[in-house]
Nanobody, 133 residues
């Protein structure tokens, strides 16, 4: 059974940093992509970053490029999202999600080739990130 548990959210001042963790269980990371998504109040869910399979192909949303870094610790079956230079507009509930690499490869062409825009089947419960002075 696929399980994803996020942690690391909290309150941080503008310009600060947080590291989110997504602990994965019930599947082999080599065959799955892990994505981070966020949803602010009154807004649609937005894909932030993803890292896929054994080749660790990485993709970022334009809004976080240069500020956020996604990485994997395979020994701990955990995917991290290091968030630097945080701004109030980064305030949201952050979710991690998992999907088989093969399924994402099939779906992404229908979403302009963007895996972050394609459907993901497995989701964690979310962790709140608030950026405020």
């Amino acid at each position: 059974q696929v399980q994803l548990v996020e942690s690391g959210g909290g309150l941080v001042q503008p310009g600060g940093s947080l590291r989110l963790s997504c602990a994965a269980s019930g599947f082999t990371l080599d065959y799955y992509a892990i994505g981070w998504f966020r949803q602010a109040p009154g807004k649609e869910r937005e894909g932030v970053a993803c890292i896929s399979g054994m080749y660790s192909i990485i993709d970022y949303a334009d809004s976080v490029k240069g500020r956020f870094t996604i990485s994997t610790d395979r020994d701990k079956a955990t995917v991290y999202l290091q968030m630097d230079s945080l701004q109030p507009e980064d305030t949201a509930v952050y979710y991690c999600a998992a999907e088989r690499v093969r399924k994402l490869a099939e779906r992404a062409p229908n979403y302009s080739g963007d895996p972050l825009a394609a459907p993901w089947d497995y989701w964690g419960q979310g962790t709140q990130v608030t950026v405020s002075s």
